[in-house]
């Protein structure tokens, strides 16, 4: 076990700066319970369990595990050290102002790591959140190793590219996940390595290289690179509901992914960090007709 203090340089709210590598309550790989946050990560020393938890002056950070000093040694990216908001002007909107006043501690994360966050999100690709963290959420119990250390109980640290291409074919289909996505993730694991390379590059490059596997695209990537690299403009094109929710929140009125960039231009540079504002204070949009159906393919 190893534990230490870290001061950041800024406010850091833990909830609002790890709550995007979450993939819903019941994942595996990282939970939130009264004595902190849990994260189940695999390192280049090994797995480790790494908790952290706000006190005086700052967080405390242990963990377990043989990747135990990495899981440390990462803590500074993770809780947004590198996230350089220079250039970042909120006063452009009154709204984006005052949720910069309000939240402080939102920091972009760096999780240093590719993997973890590319697989969910191609498993989200075109189904509802429900679906996408109910397919991780059993993939990861069946295929993940347990989370070293006093870790709560069914956490798991995510496959390794080697494990996910173990995955048999009807595991895939009983966890709800579709010929089209599983194809993507094996495409994706079996240069799985090089794209892990890619969290030591520019969010640029990384994402250009993402797309160069089929069935990546610009969503995927975005998605994956905001995580993995703490990308501070990288939006998601393609979501559901962003483009609605930014409509929304900056001008009352739903928009499309067009609309959505137009609105959000004055911050490039930082175009997801307003997103991630908005997100923050949980504004929602205007729905009207039925709700996306969540088909359940897991028996047939």
Same mark, same amino acid.
């Given at each position: ?166 995955? !048999?074919?009807?595991?895939?289909? *009983? #966890?709800?996940?579709?010929? &089209? =996505? +599983?194809?993507?993730?094996?495409? $994706? @694991?079996? %240069? ?21 596997? !089929?069935?990546?695209?610009?969503? *995927? #990537?975005?998605?994956?690179? &905001? =995580? +993995?690299?703490?990308?501070?403009? $990288? @939006?998601? %094109? ?33 175009? &997801? =960090? ?5 997100? $923050? ?20």
């Amino acid at each position: 076990m190893l534990s230490v203090r870290y001061a950041p340089s800024e406010p850091v709210s833990l909830g609002l700066v790890l709550a995007p590598l979450r993939q819903g309550p019941g994942d595996p790989t990282c939970r939130h319970d009264a004595s902190g946050w849990w994260l189940a990560l695999s390192t280049p020393e090994g797995s480790a369990t790494l908790r952290l938890r706000e006190v005086a002056g700052g967080v405390e950070a242990t963990a377990w595990g043989a990747g135990a000093e990495h899981a440390i040694a990462g803590v500074p990216d993770l809780l947004g050290a590198r996230d350089d908001s220079q250039g970042f002007d909120p006063a452009r909107h009154p709204l984006v102002a005052e949720l910069h006043r309000r939240f402080p501690g939102l920091r972009l994360t760096r999780a240093g790591r590719v993997m973890p966050f590319l697989v969910p999100t191609v498993l989200g690709q075109k189904v509802t959140g429900f679906e996408q963290k109910r397919a991780w959420r059993q993939l990861v119990t069946r295929h993940g190793e347990p989370a070293p250390g006093p870790a709560p109980a069914g956490m798991r640290v995510a496959p390794s590219s080697a494990a996910w291409k173990r995955v !048999p074919s009807w595991q895939w289909h *009983t #966890a709800g996940v579709g010929p &089209q =996505r +599983s194809d993507t993730v094996m495409r $994706a @694991v079996a %240069v799985g390595e090089s794209l892990e390379r890619t969290a030591t590059m520019d969010a640029a490059e990384a994402s250009r290289r993402l797309r160069t596997i !089929p069935g990546i695209g610009v969503w *995927t #990537a975005a998605e994956t690179v &905001q =995580r +993995s690299h703490g990308d501070p403009d $990288a @939006v998601s %094109v393609g979501d559901f509901h962003i483009s609605k929710v930014v409509g929304w929140a900056l001008t009352g009125a739903r928009v499309d992914d067009d609309g959505m960039l137009e609105l959000l231009e004055p911050w490039r540079g930082h175009r &997801q =960090r307003v997103v991630r504002l908005i997100e $923050a204070a949980g504004i929602g949009y205007e729905r009207h007709g039925p709700r996306m159906t969540i088909v359940d393919n897991r028996r047939r």
